[in-house]
């Protein structure tokens, strides 16, 4: 069955600093990746995916992704974080034929000035 | 382009009341989908459409839940009765195309519904 893991229920990151937040993942068969960024009393916002090609794929908002096929990871990234980033991040993976979304718990991203 | 709408934001409502939540699409999407987000965890799809057809209600509670999407554009949820586990974000979300694995989803504010 296809799951999607995020280790860390919240992530604490300083104004400018790096940002990494973690998603593994379990599938068969190709793996097609997504994040999605929640703000409060809001739906769900694209960042960006990955489905085939170059490993390091980016996204809205300067957030880039690694898809590490080895390690079964797809980390979202930012090389300087902004206090708005603050927000729900989710990890999910497409399953099946019908092509639904299956989504990780979230990880909650703390950016402090 | 307008994004998804739905509507009510909010409801609350009895044990054992009925609700109906309403979505419109994003115009020309093929693909709709009703998801549920009960706090703490990741959204977990109810059912999905194509068109105006149900593509995968599999995890859709059928003995509660229904939803319908009449001449392929807008979409209801209902559930009846209600149950205390039922206390969730309601998201609506819609997608270009067929079932591709390739296009991303676009999503709703959602409905947060509260029962008690």
């Known amino acids: 069955a296809q799951s999607v893991a995020q280790p860390e229920d919240q992530v604490n990151v300083a104004e400018g600093n790096p940002l990494t937040v973690k998603c593994t993942y379990s599938?068969?068969?190709?793996?097609?990746l997504f994040w999605y960024v929640q703000y409060p009393n809001r739906g769900l916002q694209f960042l960006l995916k990955y489905i085939t090609g170059d490993n390091l794929v980016k996204g809205s908002y300067g957030f880039e992704a690694e898809f590490n096929k080895s390690q079964t990871s797809f980390h979202l990234k930012k090389p300087s974080a902004l206090v708005s980033d603050s927000a729900l991040y989710f990890c999910?993976?497409?399953?099946?034929?019908?092509?639904?979304?299956?989504f990780g718990q979230g990880t909650t991203l703390q950016v402090k000035p | 382009e307008a994004g998804v709408a739905q509507s009510p934001r909010y409801k609350i409502i009895e044990k054992r009341q009925s609700v109906a939540f309403w979505c419109n699409p994003i115009?020309?999407?093929?693909?709709l989908y009703w998801y549920q987000q009960i706090l703490g965890q990741g959204p977990k799809l109810l059912i999905q459409?194509?068109?105006?057809?149900?593509?995968?209600d599999s995890q859709l509670p059928k003995d509660r839940f229904s939803a319908e999407r009449l001449k392929g554009v807008d979409s209801t949820l209902k559930i009846q009765p209600a149950k205390l586990e039922d206390s969730a974000v309601y998201l609506c979300?819609?997608?270009?195309?067929?079932?591709?694995?390739?296009?991303?989803?676009?999503f709703g504010p959602g409905t947060r519904l509260t029962v008690l």
């Open positions: 979300a819609s997608s270009a195309g067929d079932t591709s694995f390739y296009n991303e989803q676009f």
């Open positions: 999910a993976v497409r399953s099946g034929n019908t092509g639904k979304l299956i």
């Open positions: 115009s020309g999407h093929a693909t």
């Open positions: 459409f194509q068109n105006n057809g149900v593509v995968d």
């Open positions: 599938v068969s068969g190709n793996p097609y």
